[in-house]
């Protein structure tokens, strides 16, 4: 449920909120301040409606409405130009990145900031009065039946609908026309995949493109997708019986807090048929033990694994990831590594995620999200820079600050002039989230110490740490 506060008073606003009333779109509450009574409900049986009597030009009745909920954007609709200005003016007090949308009615009236969007009535107006005139081409809003049935949809960062091939989407009655794309019309096909930014063209049925535009908007919430659905943990027998069944109760306990998944066991190295034996009465429905007998095999056997079973994050021991071989070969598989720590999953209920390169970090930042959601894990953006040079990091704060407003989870970005590797060994009950690039996967866990500061942590073996891949 996202979080609208709507600003209002006047005429206009009277309508905009009768429209808000009349929508069907149920995933809003609205909470709209206005000084005079006369915006009325749309109707009592609206939920999704909270009227507040309050002025939004007052700085402390403005601040108490917005610490008391978090909300995803704010619509300022008033008639007056001067309470216009100071509704928005103590908003950027309050915060200076939410976004803002500002009906603006006077030509003299200029603003300037990244997180406004303005609305010139005079040119809306104007620019429905041009289209009225022979030989000019309409947009899309009055064209066929006017009824809705062409729309414009954002596929938004998490969307289930995000990286998916045309093919495997069910069109009935509805159909994707036109993609736009970093500022290209692209005509698609079954093969054409969609990707998170993308702007599609839809046209169908009015009811089912506002089914499409939920679906479309909703976050799977899933992790591992888009990687795939189910997980896979590799044992290596010839280690303690203590320690292996530490790792499969861990992993179970995992496969329990991701909702809809199943949990592959592969067992390794095999030494004590006992405690295979023993391990094997844990099968269950959603529990599948396989066991591995020559070492030859073991990767033959994973890569079967992976092709039947829809394998979507790996679990596997510290010491067994950094064997040269299982490193580059889980690399090449392009899916996440969760690695066991010295302290267990159970108990931890904070992620923390430490500032790296601008591509990697935009490109894992949608499944940090959905896996800390996932478990109910607060977030950490945490920018450790020995030299506090914290300005080449805005880009990416204000890349997850956006899609925190988007997800509408919280996040707290932790910049400190200290060096990682040290601030990081002081935290006790984390999981620590990191990008697994290429180079990281092929040079030595030595040489890797000493050229990557930003993969210190794979020499911390205290905390569990979920390493998603990047391709470079």
């Known amino acids: 449920m996202k979080n609208i506060l709507i600003l209002a008073n006047g005429e206009m606003a009277k309508h905009f909120v009768q429209w808000v009333g009349k929508s069907r779109i149920d995933d809003n509450h609205y909470y709209i301040t206005c000084s005079n009574i006369h915006l009325n409900p749309p109707s009592p049986l609206v939920e999704n409606l909270t009227f507040i009597d309050a002025d939004p030009t007052s700085y402390m009745r403005l601040k108490r409405i917005m610490e008391e909920r978090d909300f995803t954007m704010i619509f300022i609709v008033m008639k007056e130009r001067e309470e216009s200005l100071y509704a928005f003016k103590n908003i950027r007090m309050i915060t200076p990145k939410l976004l803002v949308v500002f009906v603006n009615k006077w030509d003299n009236l200029t603003l300037d900031d990244d997180n406004l969007s303005v609305l010139n009535v005079n040119e809306i107006v104007a620019g429905n009065l041009y289209e009225k005139l022979p030989n000019v081409p309409m947009i899309a809003k009055n064209i066929g039946l006017g009824q809705g049935e062409i729309m414009e949809i954002l596929v938004p960062f998490g969307s289930s609908f995000a990286y998916r091939h045309l093919g495997a989407i069910s069109h009935r009655k509805w159909r994707i026309v036109a993609i736009y794309r970093k500022g290209k019309q692209l005509f698609p096909n079954n093969a054409t995949m969609l990707l998170p930014n993308d702007r599609l063209i839809v046209i169908g049925n009015p009811i089912v493109l506002e089914e499409v535009y939920k679906r479309i908007n909703k976050r799977q919430g899933v992790f591992p997708e888009p990687f795939g659905k189910n997980l896979y943990l590799i044992v290596n027998m010839n280690q303690k019986k203590e320690d292996i069944l530490l790792q499969i109760n861990e992993a179970i306990f995992l496969s329990n807090q991701l909702s809809k998944t199943k949990l592959f066991i592969r067992l390794i190295n095999i030494r004590d048929l006992d405690t295979l034996n023993e391990i094997r009465t844990l099968e269950t429905p959603n ?24 394998i979507g994050l790996f679990l596997i021991s510290n010491k067994q990831f950094f064997k040269r071989s299982f490193k580059k070969y889980l690399y090449g598989l392009m899916r996440p590594i969760y690695i066991f720590g010295d302290k267990s999953l159970y108990n931890i209920e904070k992620a923390v995620i430490l500032m790296g390169e601008d591509a990697e970090m935009e490109s894992l930042s949608t499944s940090v999200f959905d896996f800390s959601e996932s478990l109910g894990l607060s977030l950490s953006l945490c920018d450790y820079n020995p030299e506090g040079d914290f300005e080449e990091s805005d880009h990416i704060v204000e890349h997850y600050e956006s899609l925190s407003r988007l997800y509408n ?64």
């Open 287 to 310: 529990i599948f033990i396989f066991a591995t007998y020559n070492p030859i095999d073991v990767f033959t056997d994973i890569d079967y694994d992976v092709s039947q079973h829809d």
């Open 409 to 472: 989870f919280k996040i707290t970005i932790d910049k400190k002039r200290v060096n990682p590797i040290r601030e990081l060994i002081k935290h006790e009950e984390i999981l620590h989230i990191a990008p697994f690039t290429k180079k990281a996967s092929d040079v030595s866990f030595t040489n890797l110490i000493y050229t990557q500061l930003s993969h210190y942590f794979f020499s911390i073996k205290k905390h569990p740490q979920l390493l998603i891949p990047v391709d470079k």
